[in-house]
């Protein structure tokens, strides 16, 4: 091929990873600008090969390409610094845990599931279930057909919140050990539930659990992600002004690095146990290369990390995940340094994002409700 051809493709594919990441910087919740936060990973190769491309076959550059050049090695910058931290050369915003002695009374495995409710693959997660045994199972997506085949758990879980919908948002919270007054809540649309509860660890200490399934903005569900963020905004601000020791677990349908997410940790206090780690990327199943993290757990500075894996897939567009985390109260004012502080405008953003995700909310509960009507 015509390494003149060669050189105006990667011209081209420059401009289009500059184009896109300048895109995403938009102050817009619309689909089509935030979903832009998703793909930095594939954002990033694409835009290594393009700035590799304009060296090896680019010969003289006139002023256009050197300006291309320079936004796009700008580019390249920006998506690194939001992708780094999910490797090993990041420091860690978890401690790995001193003591992973299977079995001990301060460890707290958690699995999380979106089961994609048309998967009738059922006896998979059960399966699972009982090979890696977490004291916690959350699933989301599950109907009243996927709460029948996992009834097969319910003598080894004895403690339940049951929420079968048909509508994608159904959830389920199945628990080993004894839950403290939980609570079903619809915090900004009618027929999209979270759980909310108190859990007793084995070694008597209380916690909070917050198990999340926001919608996701999208051509095919919502216009804008103001629900979502206002959702997982409120959350944190509720965890934070209460002082609370908390574990919020789900899938988020955001990306870790989004800037939704990263005011989240920053109002909440709560860490993030991939950070100075790995990836832990669940969806989509099918599509290797198009694949990023949607199921998230944060959790207070109280906590270390034993393991955070992704299992198996069970037939989902998910794969699950199971984190297990010790509780070890002697580490918190230190870990607490690792969390990220609060900026600027943080307070001020977050009362107005939530304030919008009402409003935002109760139009969209009309919309639906409007649709099952007239279905």
Sequence with gaps: MDSSLLYYGVQLLAGLVAFITAWGW????????????????????????????????????QVGQWLLFIALTATLCFQLRMVLPYTMIWKKEVQSAKETAAGTTNQLKIMVSNVLSPNN?????VDLVNKEQPDILITLET??????????????????????????????LYSKLELINPEVKYLMIDD???????????????????CLH?????????????TRDAELLMVGRHIKENNQTAILAGDLNDVAWSKTTRRFQRISGLLDPRIGRHFINTFHVDYPFL???????????????????????????????????????????EQEQNAPTVEAGDIKETENK??????????????????????
């Excluded at 996927?146 to 959830?171: C, F, H, R």
Aim: hydrophobic share 40%.
């Design 192 to 210: 999209i539930p979270s759980i909310h509860t108190q859990l007793r660890l084995q070694s008597g200490r209380v916690i909070w659990l917050y």
């Design 291 to 333: 694949r990023w993290a949607l199921d998230h757990i944060f959790h207070s500075a109280c906590f270390t990390l034993v393991d955070m894996k992704r299992l198996p897939s069970i037939g989902s567009d998910h794969f699950p995940v199971l984190t297990t985390l010790q509780y070890e109260p002697e580490v918190t004012s």
């Design 121 to 125: 693959q059922t006896q998979k997660l």
């Design 26 to 61: 938009l102050p817009l919740d619309h689909w089509w600008v935030r979903d832009v936060e998703f793909p930095r990973i594939q954002i990033l190769v694409l835009g290594i090969i393009a700035w590799l491309g304009m060296l090896l076959f680019g010969a003289q550059w």
């Design 214 to 226: 926001p919608m996701p903005p999208s051509p095919t569900e919502a216009d804008k992600s103001t």
């Design 143 to 172: 109907d009243k057909k996927w709460q029948q085949a996992l009834s097969s758990i319910e003598p080894d879980y004895p403690y339940t919140v049951k929420v079968p919908l048909d509508n994608l948002y159904g959830m389920h």
């Design 354 to 375: 939530i304030k919008e995700g009402k409003k935002e909310g109760s139009k969209v509960s009309e919309e639906r409700m409007e649709d099952s009507a007239n279905i």
